[in-house]
T-cell receptor, first 115, second 114 residues
Framework: AQTVTQSQPEMSVQEAETVTLSCTYDTSESDYYLFWYKQPPSRQMILVIRQEAYKQQNATENRFSVNFQKAAKSFSLKISDSQLGDAAMYFC????????????FGTGTRLKVLA | DTGVSQNPRHKITKRGQNVTFRCDPISEHNRLYWYRQTLGQGPEFLTYFQNEAQLEKSRLLSDRFSAERPKGSFSTLEIQRTEQGDSAMYLCAIGMTGKNTEAFFGQGTRLTVV
């Protein structure tokens, strides 16, 4: 069975600085998808960025980028130029490439942005 | 707005009562998921529908839980004989098979069993 591990329960970053959130996963599959979701307090989860395992190039979305290391089963999220609105819970998620397509989430990292 | 409406947003019920939650995708999506999220944890998979067919159920979904998706549109999640351990946020998510592989989440229904 696939598992997703986020070892940082909480992280802090100064506004305008850069922070990296860690995620590791375990799977025996070769094709899959990885995601980072953001959940602001009392708000719904929204997608930050996604990565297809078959793509070697790391995904980027404006200030958000990932470092995808397939062999190491590592998928970290880098947030550049942090903003107060980035404060939220961040969840790393794995999705199977076929079958039921269910998403498996990590336990999350709470990001605090300091003014 | 992610295209998923969940009702009610909050539900307080007495232990032993039955509750039903509803998930309405605003647009057509063939995949629909139910997740449960407790405080400080990530969402845990409960069940998954492909159109109207329920294709997978987690062992977390005891026989007190039942989910339906008639006609492959909206979905309901019912919990019978609620227990205090059922207190959680229940999230509905939708997705499409194909290139856009991410799931879109609703705001959830927060259940408190007293």
């Amino acid at each position: 069975a696939q598992t997703v591990t986020q070892s940082q329960p909480e992280m802090s970053v100064q506004e305008a600085e850069t922070v990296t959130l860690s995620c590791t996963y375990d799977t025996s599959e070769s094709d899959y998808y990885l995601f980072w979701y953001k959940q602001p307090p009392s708000r719904q989860m929204i997608l930050v960025i996604r990565q297809e395992a078959y793509k070697q190039q790391n995904a980027t979305e404006n200030r958000f980028s990932v470092n995808f290391q397939k062999a190491a089963k590592s998928f970290s999220l880098k947030i550049s130029d942090s903003q107060l609105g980035d404060a939220a819970m961040y969840f790393c998620a794995y999705r199977t490439y076929s079958g039921t397509y269910k998403y498996i989430f990590g336990t999350g990292t709470r990001l605090k942005v300091l003014a | 707005d992610t295209g998923v409406s969940q009702n009610p947003r909050h539900k307080i019920t007495k232990r032993g009562q039955n509750v039903t939650f509803r998930c309405d995708p605003i647009s057509e999506h063939n995949r629909l998921y139910w997740y449960r999220q407790t405080l400080g944890q990530g969402p845990e998979f409960l069940t998954y529908f492909q159109n109207e067919a329920q294709l997978e159920k987690s062992r977390l979904l005891s026989d007190r839980f039942s989910a339906e998706r008639p006609k492959g549109s909206f979905s309901t999640l019912e919990i019978q004989r609620t227990e205090q351990g059922d207190s959680a946020m229940y999230l509905c998510a939708i997705g499409m098979t194909g290139k856009n592989t991410e799931a879109f989440f609703g705001q959830g229904t927060r259940l408190t069993v007293v």
